[in-house]
């Protein structure tokens, strides 16, 4: 009697779903306790910032004097400021400056970085030792001085040329200096935060521009821009991304500090910042005008940080058992 042989390592291969770093990575951020709490704020203060303007009960701009500097209730679930205005609707639209501000300003770091550290990595040179001392240059001025001379000198000849526009046009859009605060907020930011990301993308773009597969690339002749895009890049993204989930909170953290200190988004437009900076006045007799903003920012500031955490244990492959 003869007997079939059997191939066990197919048949285990074939029950066995093939092998993803993302599929992996993403099952042991769901074992992080931590990281899935903080995923889960993330998602919820994403929520608020695109639909809760729609869900609150007041408008953040309406005033009832009658009911000035009330505490917190079922009417008002966050109390009401001097004004009279909610402060739980206030609160929540300062999500969405919050999260405007951190994902525009993120953006436009992750660009301008990323596109400079792979230049300067892939190419090495001049072109990397320029790069490298004008990030060093741009780290080494404090970040609230930067922002501070930015805004100092650029908003009021901006703000002068759109009065200007406005006597010579009518035209309303030119009386929302709110757009003058975003500008100069969105540029100073992503101003002072793009060099960590060059370097760390030139870093990764350093250790992989020698591997085989872009050496065969270059045999085979592709370009250098194909080269960088197809092959260097991709494989740098991970840190970039852990990177990136930091500088969100980061970036929401600064605009509520540049706020505080009445060079970011000023009133009457909510911002965490300036409603701390409010509250900060008053906060003795009225504690809850800066509790409530001031817990929302630090519940945010934590979310990311736990978020960032998990995602640099998940996508570090010496981090798996």
């Keep these: 009697m003869t007997m079939t042989p059997v191939n066990l390592s197919s048949t285990v291969a074939d029950d066995e779903p093939p092998v993803s770093l993302w599929r992996d990575a993403w099952h042991r951020l ?28 007041y408008d953040f701009l309406t005033q009832d004097l009658s009911a000035r500097n009330q505490a917190p209730s079922l009417a008002h679930l966050f109390g009401t400021d001097d004004l009279g205005r909610d402060v739980f609707s206030r609160v929540v639209y300062g999500t969405r400056t919050a999260f405007v501000v951190a994902i525009v300003v993120t953006a436009i770091a992750v660009v301008i970085g990323v596109t400079l550290g792979a230049m300067a990595g892939f190419f090495g040179g001049m072109f990397d030792r320029v790069v490298m001392w004008f990030t060093d240059m741009t780290m080494s001025v404090p970040n609230l001085l930067l922002v501070v001379v930015i ?14 526009r406005y006597q010579a046009t009518l035209n309303p859009f030119y009386r929302e200096t709110i757009w003058v605060d975003f500008l100069l907020v969105f540029g100073s930011m992503a101003l002072i935060s793009w060099p960590p990301y060059a370097r760390l993308v030139r870093a990764q773009v350093l250790s992989i521009r020698g591997r085989p597969y872009v050496t065969a690339a270059r045999a085979l002749g592709l370009t250098n821009r194909l080269i960088l895009m197809r092959y260097i890049v991709p494989n740098a993204i991970g840190p970039l991304i852990v990177s990136v989930s930091a ?5 929401m ?7 505080f200190l009445g060079v970011g988004v000023n009133p009457p437009t909510p911002s965490w910042g300036n409603m701390i900076s409010d509250g900060l006045r008053v906060w003795q007799h009225y504690p809850h005008l800066l509790a409530a903003p001031a817990a929302v920012l630090g519940l945010a500031t934590v979310a990311f940080s736990f978020l960032g955490d998990g995602l640099n244990d998940a996508l570090n492959p010496r981090g798996s058992k």
């Design 30 to 57: 769901l074992r992080n306790k931590l990281a899935v709490a903080g995923l889960a704020v993330v998602i919820l203060l994403a929520f608020v910032a695109v639909f809760g303007p729609w869900l609150t009960p």
């Design 151 to 164: 805004n100092a000198s650029l908003k009021t000849p901006i703000t002068a040329w759109m009065e200007a």
């Design 247 to 251: 500088g969100l909170g980061t970036a």
């Design 253 to 259: 953290v600064l605009e509520s500090a540049f706020s």
